[in-house]
T-cell receptor, first 117, second 113 residues
Framework: AQTVTQSQPEMSVQEAETVTLSCTYD???????LFWYKQPPSRQMILVIR????KQQNATENRFSVNFQKAAKSFSLKISDSQLGDAAMYFC??????????????WGAGTKLIIKP | NAGVTQTPKFQVLKTGQSMTLQCAQD?????MYWYRQDPGMGLRLIYY???????DKGEVPNGYNVSRLNKREFSLRLESAAPSQTSVYFC????????????FGNGTRLTVT
């Protein structure tokens, strides 16, 4: 079975600095999809960025980018120019590319990101 | 653009009471989900529905039932609440592609005393 591990329960960064959140996963599949979701104190879960395993190019969304290392099974999230509004729980998630996987996501336990003004 | 609407936002139950959490989406999604979120454990899938009329058990289905009333609505029922069901519950929906993101409701904080 697949697993997702976020080894950093909490991270802090100075406003305007860069921070990297770690995520590793375990799978024997070659076709899969990876996601980062953000959960601010409002509790709303929001998609931050996604990566298809078949794509070698790392995904980017404005200040958010990933470092996808398929061989190492690593999917870290880099946040550049951190802003106070980035303070949230961040969850890494894995979805199998196998048709009968029922589109289920496997979730990490989350990393709490604190932004220091 | 309502997205996924989930009610209620908060609920307190006594052990043994029953309740239904309601969820509706207006994005014409086939897939809908119910998750629970507990501290330090991420999200765990309770039930899943691939389309109207079908439901499947997830990782933690015991103590819950679901109904996919139509394409829009997917409800979660606790028949006899237990303190172990104290949690935050999320409904979500997604489009048909593997890389389709989940769209979440705002969650229900349930406390069972």
């Amino acid at each position: 079975a697949q697993t997702v591990t976020q080894s950093q329960p909490e991270m802090s960064v100075q406003e305007a600095e860069t921070v990297t959140l770690s995520c590793t996963y375990d799978t024997s599949e070659s076709d899969y999809y990876l996601f980062w979701y953000k959960q601010p104190p409002s509790r709303q879960m929001i998609l931050v960025i996604r990566q298809e395993a078949y794509k070698q190019q790392n995904a980017t969304e404005n200040r958010f980018s990933v470092n996808f290392q398929k061989a190492a099974k690593s999917f870290s999230l880099k946040i550049s120019d951190s802003q106070l509004g980035d303070a949230a729980m961040y969850f890494c998630a894995y979805r199998s590319g196998i048709m009968d996987s029922n589109y289920q996501l496997i979730w990490g336990a989350g990393t709490k990101l604190i932004i220091k003004p | 653009n309502a997205g996924v609407t989930q009610t209620p936002k908060f609920q307190v139950l006594k052990t043994g009471q029953s309740m239904t959490l309601q969820c509706a989406q207006d994005m014409n999604h086939n897939s809908m989900y119910w998750y629970r979120q507990d501290p330090g454990m991420g999200l765990r899938l309770i039930y899943y529905s691939a389309s109207e009329g079908t439901t499947d058990k997830g990782e933690v289905p015991n103590g819950y039932n679901v109904s996919r009333l139509n394409k829009r609505e997917f409800s979660l029922r606790l028949e006899s609440a237990a303190p172990s069901q104290t949690s935050v519950y999320f409904c979500a929906s997604s489009g048909p592609l593997f890389n389709s993101p989940l769209h979440f409701g705002n969650g229900t904080r349930l406390t069972v005393t």
